[in-house]
């Protein structure tokens, strides 16, 4: 069953906490993405990796991080840095031009 | 100027109506262009794309480009309230970044029984 999973669903963090959101998928496809999504607001893009082992920053980057180790997987820590991390996270990944999601990950900072 | 705008709405329409979405960009060397439907909770799902001027049609949308005016459009035909959901616009502005998409913040329709 081909797709992009996320996990997890929910995740709560502490203040001064890092924390890493899981994206996977086995969908073969070479680019990925990470978007942040606030109430009310279109999609932001905090970083995108067109190949393993390389990535670039998007256009809200400051306070995130991410790997791109294996084909398959695009992990993204939230540090402590990020001051206002409460949002929902996106992962996508992509062939040729469209772009196609995970099921999302909703951070509360508590 | 933003990117890619689109009116937040609310966008009411009555069950069986043409829901007419729009969409601004400002990036003249913008390639691709696709429409999104992202229902409350829920991640976006690819409803429709367009590459080239003109209509293209599928199922009960139809998407509308025009690259001089710089503006593309999403019609709704004969709308349920299963369609009640937020629709978001997104440019592949094609510089540089690959596959890099720009999202409007979306309008949302809300299809009245």
């Known amino acids: 069953d081909g797709g992009i999973t996320q996990s997890p669903k929910y995740l709560f963090r502490k203040e001064g906490q890092n924390v890493t959101l899981s994206c996977e998928q086995n969908l073969n496809h070479d680019a990925m993405y990470w978007y942040r999504q606030d109430p009310g607001q279109g999609l932001r893009l905090i970083y995108y990796?067109?190949?393993?082992?390389?990535?670039q920053k998007g256009d809200i980057a400051e306070g995130y991080s991410v790997s791109r180790e294996k084909k398959e997987s695009f992990p993204l820590t939230v540090t402590s840095a990020q001051k206002n991390p409460t949002a929902f996270y996106l992962c996508?990944?992509?062939?040729?031009?469209?772009?196609?999601f995970g099921q999302g990950t909703r951070l509360t900072v508590v | 100027q933003k990117e890619v705008e689109q009116n937040s709405g609310p966008l009411s329409v009555p069950e069986g109506a043409i829901a007419s979405l729009n969409c601004t960009y400002s990036?003249?060397?913008?390639?691709?262009f696709f429409w999104y439907r992202q229902y409350s909770g829920k991640s976006p799902e690819l409803i429709m794309f367009?590459?080239?001027?003109g209509d293209k049609e599928d199922g009960r949308f139809t998407a509308q480009l025009n690259k001089a005016s710089q503006y593309v459009s999403l019609l709704i035909r004969d709308s349920q309230p299963s369609d009640s959901a937020t629709y978001l616009c997104?440019?592949?502005?094609?510089?540089?970044?690959?596959?890099?998409?720009?999202f409007g913040t979306g309008t949302q329709l809300k299809v009245e029984l």
């Open positions: 990796s067109q190949i393993v082992n390389d990535f």
């Open positions: 996508a990944s992509s062939i040729e031009r469209a772009a196609f």
């Open positions: 997104a440019v592949n502005i094609g510089v540089g970044g690959g596959n890099k998409l720009t």
């Open positions: 990036d003249r060397g913008s390639q691709s």
């Open positions: 367009i590459y080239s001027n």
